[in-house]
């Protein structure tokens, strides 16, 4: 069974551009989140959904970010306008709530460079 | 919310020693799940054990061992003969058995194995 996809892996852009990551969980998992990784902060929680719908946003950093779950099988997060201070490794985790046992499953993640 | 400690930013130990990796939580639920995360040099996170809070008994899978003590709130990772691909950043997560079940990521814990 595939695990978590995200693309694009690495991403480059300049300051002020438009960015989206995208994750597409484990089939069958009902609760998505997005992360953050950066040296100065670790991994914070930026959002997550349970069932397509967004249940705690607060980790956003700002109104430049949001997210979004069309169905069961897509997510999105974009960045706009960028910044450099967005520079880090974005995750998105997926899980299977309450009848898994909590645990996340993490995508490779996706390196954000903006220049 | 939720608070973890992980005191150890970095352990350098030689190819089969064992290692214990300390882990320390806060939190106000009576109910709730701790897990380790592995993070090689590749980056992606790679879930390893779960425990929950409710049973404290201490458990052994291959290499890897936890102890678990409500009393104290720790949660410690043992690696028994260790490898140097075991070499990796490891992170202490517990999470809410509630309404937020969202994972809270200790700062981790640097682990070189030398051969």
């Known amino acids: 069974d595939a695990g978590v996809i995200q693309s694009p892996r690495h991403e480059v852009t300049e300051m002020g551009q438009e960015v989206t990551l995208r994750c597409k969980p484990i089939s069958g998992h009902n609760s998505l989140f997005w992360y953050r990784q950066t040296m100065m902060r670790g991994l914070e929680l930026l959002i997550y959904f349970n069932n397509n719908v967004p249940i705690d946003d607060s980790g956003m950093p700002e109104d430049r970010f949001s997210a979004k779950m069309p169905n069961a099988s897509f997510s999105t997060l974009k960045i706009q306008p960028s910044e450099p201070r967005d520079s880090a490794v974005y995750f998105c985790?997926?899980?299977?709530?309450?009848?898994?046992?909590?645990?996340?499953?993490f995508g490779p993640g996706t390196r954000l460079t903006v220049t | 919310a939720q608070k973890v400690t992980q005191a150890q930013t970095e352990i350098s130990v030689v190819e089969k020693e064992d290692v214990t990796l300390d882990c320390v939580y806060e939190t106000r639920d009576t109910t709730y799940y701790l897990f380790w995360y592995k993070q090689p040099p590749s980056g992606e996170l790679v879930f390893l054990i779960r425990?929950?809070?409710?049973?404290?008994q201490n458990e052994i899978s291959g290499r890897y061992s936890w102890n678990f003590q409500k009393s104290t709130s720790s949660f410690n990772f043992t690696i028994t003969a260790s490898q140097v691909v075991d070499s990796a950043v490891y992170f202490c997560a517990p999470i809410s058995s509630g309404s937020a079940r969202q994972l809270t990521f200790g700062s981790g814990t640097q682990l070189t194995v030398l051969p």
């Open positions: 985790a997926s899980s299977s709530q309450p009848e898994g046992n909590y645990e996340q499953y």
């Open positions: 425990r929950n809070s409710f049973d404290e």
